[in-house]
C-alpha cells in the first residue's frame, strides 16, 4: 500500500499546492510545524538551496522528509547521503516507512538496494563518486547498480546532506565538498547543528547554480539548555541528579575504557530504586546475555546503570537504548559518539572532560565538538529543559573535597597538600568550559584532496572535454590559492602515473586539440565498492586450488582487502610479544636481545609476501589502486584454525569491552566472502568456512546480517546465497566446521603434550567424568612411544581425517591422529548433541575415548 505522504502528492506540483500538502500531512500527524521549519518548506517548493543550521532536536529530519517530498512531486531524483552506513541505513527503514519501500533505494558499497529509486540514501563517497562521473548529475549511464537512472528524470536532481559539518573532515571532507562543485544543476540541502558561518556556502552556491540560498537559521531550541561548570565528585553529582528529577543522565567519556570503568564506579552509588530495578529485570527476562562483557553489563543494568559505546555488541547497545526509552535506566556511562546521534532521550548531558585524543595527540574539544556532544541534552517531546554539566578535572574536584572536610579550621587548611595536574596532561578549567560554551562553532574549512580514483572518475565517462572538467575541478573549488596549485601539482604526477602504465592516452579531438582518454575498461563497480575488491579477484588467480590450505588462503586474501579492526590486531600483537617474551626467558636470552627481536613480532600476517608482490605487479597496469594498500592480517582465518567460537576468541585476546568491534569486522568479511568470490573459486571447504563463518555472526548477534540480508533481500546482489540457518543443526557443513576445530584445537595440543592446558578445557565424557590432565595423558602418551611428532601442517586438519556418523539427534565424530607413517590409527572420539548445540547456539559434545584404534 502507498504510504500516507504519497497520498498527498498534489496533481499541479505549484508551491503552494506543495506547501499546504505537506503541512496537512504533518498536521494530520499530530506534527506542527516550527517557524523555521515552515521558512525551510517555502524556500523547497519555489526551488531555492536550503542551509539549515539549527540546535540539535529542532526537527531537521522534517525538513529532510519534506525536501524528498517536494522533489518526488516535481519529478527529480533526490538523495540523502550521511556520514556513517548506520545512519544511511537507518534513514532508509524511516523513509521506506513514509514514502513506500517501491520509491526508496540505498547504496553504501556493500549493498544496492533498489538503486533506480527516485529517493536513494547513500553514504557520502557514494554520491561524490556519482559527481565525479557525471558532471552535471543528468549523463549517468543506465544500467550500472552503482549508476542507476530514471529514464525521462534528472540523475540527481535534489541533495540533502545530514551532518554537513563533516565537510571539515580532513580525511572525508572531500565528499561533502565535490558534489557543490560538480552538480551545478542540483538543489541541495545542507544541514547540521553545528555550521557556524555559512555566507561562504550561500555566495559560492548562488555563484555556481544562479539559485539563490535560503539560510534557516534558529538559536532558539525547542527544548532549552542550561550550562553549568560543576566541582563535585561524580558519584555525588549523579545521586544529587537523580534525586532531584533531572535524569536521564549520559555521562560522556572520550575512551570506551572509562565509560565501563565509570559504570563499575557507580555499583556502589544508589541510582534506581527497589521497584525500578525490578521494573528493569522483568524487561530482560527473555533477554540472552553471553559471557564476557555480557555479564558485567547485565549487572550494571539490574543496578540501574547502561554503558553505550560503539564497541558494544549491537544488541547490547539497543537493550540500554529500549531500557532509557522507556524510563527504567537513569544514569548511562558512554562516549561521545552521542553527538553523531544516539537513539535515547536525555535529560542531562555531564562531560566528563573536555581532553580527547584524536588519534595523534591529546588536545582540548573543539567548540564544534562541544556543541554537538551538549545539544543532545533535552529532547522534544520528552522534556521541558535540558541541561550541560562539564566537570572539572580530578585534581581539582579532590582540592576541593579536602578543603570541604577541613571547614574553617586554619589548622587543618593549612595541612593540606593540593594536587596537581598529572604532569604532561592536557588540563582544563572553568574558562575553557566558557569559552568553549560562547563559541560558535569553527568555520568549517576545506580539505579536498586529488586521488587515482578522483581523476579516473573524471575520465571514465564524463561526456565532453574531461582534460576541461579536470581542470576546472582543481581551480575552482573551495581551497585557498596555494591549496589549489597543491591540488595541480597532485594531478599531474597522477597524470603522469596513468600514461605511464597504459591507462590513458593523449588524443587529438576532432578540432585538433589534444585531451586525455581512457585506454582500458575500468572495473564496473570501480570506486563505489571495497576498492581492493577487483585486487583480490586477481590475486585469487594466484593461489593454488589443490593446497590443503587453499579455503584458508582465499580468506586470507579477502582479509587483506577489509579495514583493520585496530583493537583486534593490538591484542593479537600484545599476546604474540608475550608469547615471544616468555619463549625467549625460557631460552635464557638476555633483555637486550629479547627486546631487539621482540622489534619483529607482530600480529598474524598470512601470505603477506605472496599478496605484496602480487599487488606491485597488479599496480603496474591498475594504478588507481595507488591510494591504497592492502592489509594482510588474520582474524577470521585465526578463530577458524583455532575452532574458537565467539566467545573463546574474545576471551583469549581480552577483547571483552570491544567485541562488537570484532563482531562487526567479521560481519565485514562474511559480506565481503560472499560477494568477492566467484563459484568458480570456491570448493566444498571454502563453502563450509563461509557457512561456519555466517553461523557465528548470526548466533552472536544477528542484528548486522539481519539488516544486511533484508538489504539484499530487495537490491540487485548477483549471485546471492540464501542466509545462514538460524539453528546449529540446519547448517551442517557450519557444525562440521565448529566441531573440526574444537577437535582439532585438542589435536594441537596433544601434539604439544600440553596436559594440563587440555585438562583446563573441561572436557567431559558421556557420564560427565572429566578429562583432566592425567586422563588425557593416560590415553595418548604411549603415542608418542610409536611415533617422533604428531603431525598438525594443512593436511592433518584435512576432511579425510574427520569422521562424521550423522543420526538425527547426534553425530558421532572420530578424529583421526596425523602419524608420520601415515597409519591414522590414534583417535579421539566425540558425540555432538544437536538439540542442545541449537539451544547454546555453538557445539555441545562429550569426548567419549581417546588412543589408538
Not at 4 to 16: E, G, I, K, V, Y
Not at 388 to 407: F, S
Request: hydrophobic letters at 40%.
Amino acid at each position: 500500500m502507498p504510504a500516507p505522504l504519497l497520498d498527498r502528492l498534489p496533481q499541479d506540483p505549484d508551491p503552494d499546492a506543495l506547501f499546504e500538502a505537506f503541512v496537512d500531512w504533518a498536521t494530520d500527524e499530530g506534527l506542527e510545524l516550527y517557524p523555521h521549519q515552515e521558512e525551510a518548506l517555502l524556500a523547497l517548493v519555489t526551488g531555492s538551496h536550503v542551509v539549515v543550521s539549527t540546535p540539535t532536536g529542532s526537527g531537521k529530519s522534517l525538513i529532510a522528509m519534506a525536501a524528498h517530498f517536494v522533489a518526488l512531486a516535481q519529478g527529480r531524483r533526490t538523495f540523502y547521503t550521511a556520514p556513517l552506513k548506520a545512519l544511511v541505513s537507518e534513514k532508509f527503514f524511516d523513509l521506506v516507512r513514509v514514502f513506500g519501500p517501491d520509491n526508496v533505494g540505498m547504496l553504501t558499497g556493500d549493498s544496492a538496494v533498489n538503486p533506480g529509486a527516485p529517493i536513494v540514501c547513500a553514504t557520502a563517497e557514494i554520491l561524490a563518486n556519482i559527481a565525479l562521473r557525471t558532471g552535471d548529475g543528468t549523463a549517468l549511464e543506465s544500467g550500472h547498480v552503482d549508476d542507476p537512472v530514471v529514464p525521462g528524470a534528472d540523475a540527481v536532481g535534489q541533495v540533502v546532506m545530514d551532518e554537513f559539518h563533516f565537510y571539515a573532515d580532513p580525511q572525508r571532507g572531500w565528499a561533502w565538498q565535490v558534489p557543490l562543485l560538480e552538480l551545478p544543476r542540483t538543489q541541495f540541502v545542507l544541514m547540521s547543528a553545528t555550521l557556524g558561518d555559512t555566507s561562504f556556502f550561500a555566495q559560492d552556491l548562488t555563484r555556481r547554480t544562479g539559485v539563490e540560498v535560503a539560510t534557516v537559521t534558529s538559536v532558539e531550541r525547542p527544548v532549552p539548555l542550561t550550562y553549568e561548570y560543576v566541582v563535585e565528585p561524580v558519584h555525588e553529582l549523579v545521586t544529587r541528579l537523580v534525586e532531584t528529577g533531572r535524569s536521564p543522565v549520559y555521562l560522556v567519556h572520550f575512551t570506551q575504557k572509562d565509560a565501563v570503568e565509570r559504570a563499575q564506579a557507580l555499583m556502589s552509588t544508589t541510582v534506581a530504586g527497589r521497584e525500578q530495578r525490578d521494573a528493569i529485570s522483568a524487561e530482560l527476562a527473555d533477554f540472552r546475555f553471553g559471557t564476557g562483557f555480557g555479564t558485567t553489563l547485565s549487572r550494571f543494568l539490574r543496578h540501574g546503570v547502561g554503558v553505550h559505546h560503539a564497541g558494544m555488541l549491537p544488541r547490547y547497545r539497543r537493550v540500554v537504548e529500549r531500557l532509557t526509552q522507556r524510563g527504567l535506566l537513569t544514569v548511562v556511562c558512554g562516549t561521545d559518539t552521542l553527538g553523531v546521534g544516539i537513539n535515547v532521550p536525555i535529560r542531562t548531558v555531564v562531560l566528563t572532560s573536555l581532553v580527547k585524543y584524536d588519534g595523534q595527540r591529546m588536545r582540548h574539544l573543539s567548540a564544534r565538538e562541544f556543541h554537538q556532544v551538549a545539544g543532545r541534552a533535552g529532547r522534544a517531546g520528552y522534556d521541558t529543559s535540558g541541561e550541560v554539566l562539564v566537570l572539572a578535572p580530578e585534581h581539582v574536584i579532590e582540592n576541593r573535597v579536602a578543603l570541604a572536610k577541613a571547614g574553617d579550621d586554619p589548622k587543618k587548611v593549612k595541612k593540606i597538600v593540593r594536587k596537581k595536574a598529572p604532569a604532561g596532561q592536557v588540563n582544563w578549567t572553568e574558562q575553557t568550559f566558557e569559552r568553549l560554551r560562547d563559541s560558535d562553532p569553527e568555520p568549517l574549512t576545506s580539505s579536498l584532496t586529488v586521488t587515482h580514483a578522483m581523476v579516473l572518475n573524471v575520465l571514465a565517462r564524463r561526456t565532453g572535454d574531461p582534460v576541461q572538467a579536470m581542470r576546472r575541478l582543481l581551480t575552482d573549488n573551495h581551497e585557498p590559492e596555494a591549496g589549489r596549485g597543491r591540488l595541480v601539482r597532485q594531478a599531474v604526477r597522477i597524470y603522469r602515473s596513468l600514461r605511464q602504465s597504459g591507462v590513458v592516452d593523449r588524443v587529438r579531438t576532432p578540432d585538433g586539440r589534444w585531451t586525455v582518454r581512457l585506454a582500458v575498461s575500468l572495473p564496473e563497480e570501480f570506486a563505489l565498492n571495497q576498492p581492493l575488491s577487483p585486487f583480490a579477484l586477481a590475486a585469487l588467480e594466484v593461489l593454488d586450488p589443490t593446497a590443503p590450505s587453499y579455503a584458508l588462503d582465499v580468506v586470507s586474501v579477502v582479509e587483506a582487502t577489509l579495514d583493520d579492526p585496530r583493537q583486534v590486531l593490538v591484542a593479537q600483537e600484545k599476546k604474540a610479544r608475550g608469547e615471544a617474551v616468555a619463549a625467549m626467558k625460557a631460552e635464557g636470552l638476555e633483555y637486550d636481545e629479547r627486546m631487539a627481536l621482540l622489534e619483529d613480532v607482530t600480529y598474524p600476517r598470512p601470505l603477506a609476501e605472496l599478496i605484496g608482490h602480487t599487488f606491485a605487479v597488479y599496480r603496474r597496469t591498475n594504478p588507481w589502486v595507488a591510494d591504497h594498500v592492502p592489509s594482510p592480517k588474520s582474524v577470521v582465518r585465526d578463530m577458524a584454525e583455532h575452532g574458537a567460537t565467539f566467545t573463546e576468541y574474545v576471551s583469549a585476546y581480552g577483547l571483552q569491552r570491544t567485541e562488537g568491534v570484532l563482531l562487526r569486522y567479521l560481519a565485514d568479511a562474511f559480506r565481503a566472502l560472499r560477494q568477492t568470490v566467484p563459484p568458480e573459486a570456491r570448493d566444498e571447504a571454502f563453502a563450509e568456512l563461509l557457512e561456519w563463518l555466517g553461523v557465528v555472526v548470526r548466533g552472536t548477534d544477528s542484528s548486522l546480517l539481519d539488516e544486511w540480508e533484508r538489504l539484499a533481500a530487495g537490491g540487485d546482489v548477483a549471485g546471492e546465497e540464501p542466509p545462514p540457518p538460524a539453528t546449529l543443526s540446519g547448517a551442517p557443513r557450519a557444525l562440521r566446521a565448529m566441531v573440526r576445530g574444537a577437535l582439532f584445537r585438542r589435536v594441537e595440543l596433544v601434539a604439544r603434550e600440553r596436559w594440563d592446558e587440555l585438562g583446563a578445557l573441561g572436557d567431559t565424557d558421556a557420564d560427565g567424568a572429566a578429562w583432566q590432565a592425567h586422563r588425557w595423558r593416560d590415553a595418548l602418551d604411549p603415542y608418542f612411544d610409536e611415533h617422533d611428532e604428531l603431525l598438525v601442517g594443512a593436511d592433518a586438519r584435512g576432511p579425510h581425517l574427520l569422521i562424521v556418523t550423522e543420526h538425527p539427534d547426534r553425530w558421532e565424530v572420530r578424529q583421526l591422529l596425523d602419524d608420520p607413517a601415515g597409519h591414522h590409527d590414534w583417535h579421539l572420539d566425540a558425540v555432538v548433541d544437536l538439540a542442545a548445540s541449537d539451544e547454546a547456539g555453538e557445539p555441545v559434545w562429550h569426548l567419549v575415548d581417546a588412543g589408538r584404534l
